[in-house]
């Protein structure tokens, strides 16, 4: 089978780009190549692979797959997300500086600030939803504008394009975390972001079985870079989990599509519930940023959070649920619920969650798959 050219439609470059005949066998499905070590022809002959830590077949598959997806020119996959934000930090310097949206999922702020700052890495964290903050923090050494969007859990967002065309002209590159949109409804790439990472465990795998990271990149050097990062520091993505992520992107644009569809409903539903005092989703006209979204994403998600008001409502509400799944994570087919200032955002602080607006009293939902009629009653119950 020849892999589809990138004018492709989504959908079939999901299913087929890495996802070609296995030529050995003729095998649909590709195999996994659960090795660690390949037996070279003669000295210094091989053929392609030599040993797993910087090399393997599945991987390179998975690679070629999110590259083509996102637009880019190669995607070096990572044990997690975070081992994948550890490899971009791999490419800075003692001295160097990034500038970071002040609304991150809470383990990349706990990992710039209690691991990398001790390596003489400089962090500046602002409100990127308004791009005049971007540009009064870079400095001369500033190295990456590293953002979110939309932010989690409160669903800001920041214009790619203005942030770009701002880092550009200082000399800084523009790092965009894609994981709550997924490629199938916003592409960084194409509003001139540089590098694109993905926590590919969340909507690329979408089953909640299988942990990884990912950086597109857009540039040779990027690539040999991160190539000898994978290699040399090897938090790498294993043979089974590249085959579960590329699994799983064949089913991305059909499951991207229900996400949406289900989350536009559950938050207009969530909108109109006298228990919810306040919605977070930028499919709703309310949202500050209705216009952005709508020019930057082509679909507007799963993500909802919602604010109960106050820490005791919000531990009724996870306690009632039924259907719904309390848990660390998001992205899945199954509908996950979680409680961002004790979860994802606990390492950053109680001063830090009040300096960004983050309450004890807000839930964050990961709308799934499952019948929305049913996700609804369960919402419903467990709220009245």
Not at 244 to 265: C, I, N, P, Y
Request: aromatic content about 6%; some cysteine.
């Amino acid at each position: 089978m020849t892999t589809p050219k990138s004018t492709a439609g989504f959908a079939t470059r999901a299913i087929h780009v890495g996802n070609e005949a296995d030529p050995s066998t003729g095998a649909v499905a590709p195999p996994i190549f659960a090795t660690s070590t390949y037996a070279q022809e003669e000295l210094g002959k091989t053929k392609g692979y030599d040993y797993s830590r910087a090399g393997n077949p599945t991987r390179t598959r998975l690679e070629q797959n999110l590259a083509s997806l996102e637009g880019g020119i190669a995607a070096p996959v990572f044990a997690s997300g975070m081992a994948a934000v550890g490899a971009l930090c791999h490419l800075m310097k003692a001295g160097d500086h990034i500038v970071a949206s002040d609304n991150l999922y809470g383990g990349v702020p706990r990992l710039f600030n209690q691991v990398m700052a001790n390596f003489g890495l400089q962090f500046t964290y602002v409100d990127t939803t308004d791009p005049r903050n971007v540009e009064r923090a870079i400095r001369k050494n500033t190295r990456y504008v590293y953002i979110e969007t939309p932010t989690n859990p409160l669903m800001g967002l920041t214009d790619i394009a203005a942030v770009s065309a701002i880092a550009h002209k200082r000399g800084c590159e523009v790092v965009v975390d894609n994981t709550f949109m997924s490629p199938y409804f916003q592409q960084p790439i194409k509003f001139g972001a540089d590098i694109v990472m993905h926590s590919t465990t969340k909507f690329l795998n979408g089953h909640s079985d299988g942990l990884g990271g990912v950086l597109v990149c857009t540039t040779k050097e990027q690539a040999e870079q991160l190539a000898f990062v994978q290699k040399a520091a090897g938090a790498i993505m294993s043979p089974f989990e590249c085959w579960l992520v590329l699994r799983g992107t064949k089913t991305l644009a059909v499951r991207m599509k229900q996400h949406d569809e289900s989350g536009r409903v559950m938050a207009d539903f969530l909108r109109r519930h006298r228990k919810v005092k306040q919605v977070f989703y930028p499919g709703l006209k309310s949202h500050p940023q209705y216009e952005l979204a709508c020019r930057q994403m082509s679909g507007f998600g799963a993500m909802i959070t919602i604010e109960t008001g106050s820490l005791a409502n919000a531990k009724r509400l996870l306690k009632r649920v039924r259907l719904c799944t309390m848990g660390e994570s998001l992205g899945g087919v199954e509908t996950l619920i979680s409680h961002p200032a004790s979860m994802t955002h606990a390492a950053i602080g109680a001063a830090g969650r009040k300096a960004i607006g983050l309450t004890d009293g807000m839930v964050r939902i990961s709308v799934g798959i499952e019948d929305l009629g049913d996700l609804i009653a369960d919402l419903e119950q467990a709220l009245g």
